[in-house]
């Protein structure tokens, strides 16, 4: 299967469509793929050996919220494989499974929840996943906190703007669960597409309260702050991001290199000092194996 | 037209083998014609037939359907009364100074050819709690617009009056001046010459362009859901609600994108040929 993304594919990350290029043959050495084809139960726990020579583009499907943190691990591998170009796609998870599954050139899909996943399991487009990190609900304020939330409890009140992600999309599910657990009946004034969008009506200001992913909220700086909610509640229901390996990828070498950096100390690490947690994934967890 | 006058006195079948295509045209027109139905028939191809009274009738189809059809015919409404008086303004601001006459009708473009989500993102810059008029708004009256059924049918008319205004400006320019100058010369005043002969003479052309400024509001997307937010029966429109159910269930996905269709199939049939200026009805 031809799965190549273009040639010309510019370096880093781009929020927007994959470009579906059909580009034949890049150089890739046949002898690479081939030693590396040691079967479907993909072994992550390998560490990359820094004497490989990885090459070509490997094109990485990622959750938006993973946006800083695949873009520090794509900087890191690529700098190990000088002859490797990675390109992290970033969009919502369930928009990048829609296009897997019609085909888009991806090697490696990492998604913001199970649920997402495994529709892209179960149309066959990846290999078996790895649960790699957790990522806890966070309550999102406008600086200074106009509305003067104190905890979930204040979702009830009729006279925030409260937002949320729709509960089509993994942040939304998660919040959704996380009310219902804790028997708040939010008044939500809007249901985003996104987590980031719920985000960007926090720091405009426009919302006075949002749940979105810890993570979100380190990365929006000075204009958002946050509100601490029940630590226990908010890990559990902590969407869980799940990484696989295309269906059919001709760069497994690399995947599986991408894979071993996500999984290993080193990801751990960087996803750790980011929000996520990791410490909650079971370090033997290498997917469902039949 | 009058150029067409010296062909038209010839004999009729040479007239007509003249106004035949070469090959490469026809070739393009076929393909464009391709690119622009087969994606809609690969929607009816693949659409949940079997289902799709089920997912029609749901309560969150239906709410989204009326919201849709409602907001659209407010904020036609809407681009009728302010859209129609613009277009007269530009359409007599021949003796303005050029700079004035061309910056304006820029303004007027501009939400044409910006993207609806930048749009979404100035209204709510302007109106918004913490927005320019915004801001004061809320601190004198307590009303806020964001996530609002007024936002929505305010991104839609922000949308879509670019679209009512230069068909009404383009029609009422094809007015003879001199059916005006006659009414005039019998004593008719120029609210009774515009109300009697300027404006139904432009009928067709304001018609046709309040199809398209409704086709452009239902079919709203982000500008909406920037501005308004997206919320089940107060601000998500059929377009929104197509949008998140594909991040769910792409089959009930594709049966509200039929409904879509389908209402913009009507919109279609109810214009006709009138949008295209000198094609018959």
Redo the contacts between chains.
């Keep these: 299967m031809s799965r190549t993304p273009s040639p010309r594919s510019s370096r880093g990350h781009r929020s927007a469509t994959p470009r579906h290029a059909p580009g034949f043959g890049l150089l890739v050495g046949a002898s690479i793929v081939l030693s590396a084809c040691v079967g479907a139960g993909s072994s992550v726990e390998q560490p990359v050996t820094p004497r490989s020579s990885l090459s070509g583009t490997l094109t990485i499907f990622a959750a938006a919220s993973l946006t800083e943190t695949f873009g520090e691990l794509e900087a890191r591998l690529e700098a190990r494989h000088p002859q490797l170009d990675v390109v992290v796609v970033l969009a919502?998870s369930?928009?990048l499974v829609?296009q897997l599954i019609a085909g888009a050139p991806a090697d490696v899909l990492a998604s913001a929840d199970e649920t997402t996943m495994q529709l892209a399991v179960d149309a066959g487009a990846v290999e078996a996943p790895n649960a790699f990190a957790r990522n806890p609900l966070a309550l999102a304020v406008p600086a200074g906190n106009p509305g003067r939330v104190d905890g979930l409890d204040d979702l009830e009140r009729a006279d925030l703007?409260v937002?949320l992600c729709?509960?089509?999309?993994p942040c939304g599910r998660a919040a959704d669960a996380l009310l219902a657990d804790l028997g708040v009946a939010a008044s939500?004034?809007?249901?985003?597409?996104d987590v980031r969008?719920v985000l960007t009506?926090v720091q405009?200001?426009?919302?006075d309260v949002g749940i979105v992913y810890g993570t979100d909220v380190r990365v929006a700086g000075e204009d958002v702050e946050t509100i601490d909610v029940d630590a226990v509640s908010a890990q559990r229901f902590a969407p869980t991001y799940h990484i696989a390996i295309a269906e059919g990828t001709a760069r497994r070498a690399a995947a599986e290199a991408w894979l071993a950096l996500v999984l290993g100390d080193e990801g751990r690490s960087v996803l750790d000092s980011a929000g996520f947690d990791t410490a909650t994934i079971s370090r033997a967890v290498t997917g469902d194996q039949p | 037209m009058s150029a067409e006058r010296p062909h038209t006195a010839r004999p009729r079948a040479r007239a007509r083998r003249r106004r035949g295509v070469p090959w490469p045209v026809a070739a393009a027109a076929v393909i464009a014609v391709a690119l622009l139905t087969l994606p809609l028939l690969a929607l009816l191809l693949r659409a949940p037939w079997s289902q799709l009274g089920e997912l029609l009738t749901r309560e969150s189809t239906l709410s989204a359907l009326g919201l849709s059809l409602g907001t659209a015919a407010v904020s036609t409404l809407l681009c009728l009364i302010l859209g129609v008086p613009l277009a007269l303004v530009l359409a007599r601001s021949d003796d303005a100074p050029p700079l004035v006459r061309r910056g304006l009708r820029a303004l007027v473009t501009i939400p044409l050819v910006l993207p609806p989500v930048v749009g979404g993102l100035a209204l709510?810059?302007l109106l918004?709690?913490?927005g320019v008029l915004g801001a004061p708004l809320e601190a004198l009256t307590g009303v806020?617009i964001?996530?609002t059924t007024l936002a929505v049918v305010l991104a839609q008319t922000f949308v879509a009056m670019p679209f009512l205004v230069l068909a009404v400006e383009g029609a009422l320019r094809g007015v003879d001046p001199a059916t005006e100058t006659a009414a005039e010369t019998l004593g008719a005043s120029r609210a009774t010459v515009l109300r009697r002969v300027t404006l139904p003479l432009a009928a067709p052309g304001i018609l046709a362009g309040t199809i398209l400024c409704a086709a452009r509001a239902l079919g709203e997307f982000g500008a909406t859901?920037t501005f308004?937010?997206?919320?089940?029966g107060t601000?998500?429109t059929l377009p929104?609600a197509t949008?998140?159910?594909?991040?769910?269930d792409?089959e009930a996905a594709v049966a509200l994108a039929l409904v879509l269709v389908a209402v913009a199939l009507v919109t279609l049939v109810a214009m006709r040929d009138r949008w295209v200026p000198g094609a018959t009805a």
Excluded: H, M, N
């Design positions: 919502g369930a928009t829609q703007v937002a729709a509960s089509e999309v939500v004034d809007t249901r985003e597409s969008a009506k405009l200001g426009e919302v | 709510l810059l918004g709690r913490s806020t964001p996530f859901i308004a937010g997206s919320f089940p601000t998500q929104i949008y998140l159910e594909l991040q769910r792409p």
